[in-house]
Nanobody, 117 residues
Framework: VQLVESGGGLVQAGESLRLSCVASERTFNNYAMAWFRQTPGDRAYVAGVSSSGATTDYAPSVEGRFTISRDNAKNTVYLQMSNLKPEDTAVYYC????????????WGQGTQVTVSS
């Protein structure tokens, strides 16, 4: 399965971005999805997750600012990021799993988000 992230860029603090992740898997709707983010020298941390039933949950640091949505017809999951902060600067990856917390090794190339102060 291939996951292709896009939508990153350089923005100023307070601005918004929407990331997209397109999956090659036709049974996309059966999978839980997650957005991870990683800064240099650190591991990837979960920013938010979506169950196959579209129930979402977020890391406390992004709660209220990030929203995950999915379009199963397009095999796409989105991460709408609002009120961005410099500490949100990271490479963002999506991944899939049979259930939340059990992620497959289907990492894409990621998309860089840089937030300037």
């Amino acid at each position: 399965v291939q996951l292709v992230e896009s939508g990153g860029g350089l923005v100023q603090a307070g601005e918004s971005l929407r990331l997209s992740c397109v999956a090659s898997e036709r049974t996309f709707n059966n999978y839980a999805m997650a957005w991870f983010r990683q800064t240099p020298g650190d591991r990837a941390y979960v920013a938010g997750v979506s169950s196959s039933g579209a129930t979402t949950d977020y890391a406390p640091s992004v709660e209220g600012r990030f929203t995950i949505s999915r379009d199963n017809a397009k095999n796409t999951v989105y991460l709408q990021m609002s009120n961005l902060k410099p500490e949100d600067t990271a490479v963002y990856y999506c991944n899939a799993g049979g259930k939340i917390g059990v992620w497959y090794d289907w990492w894409g190339q990621g998309t860089q988000v840089t937030v300037s102060s």
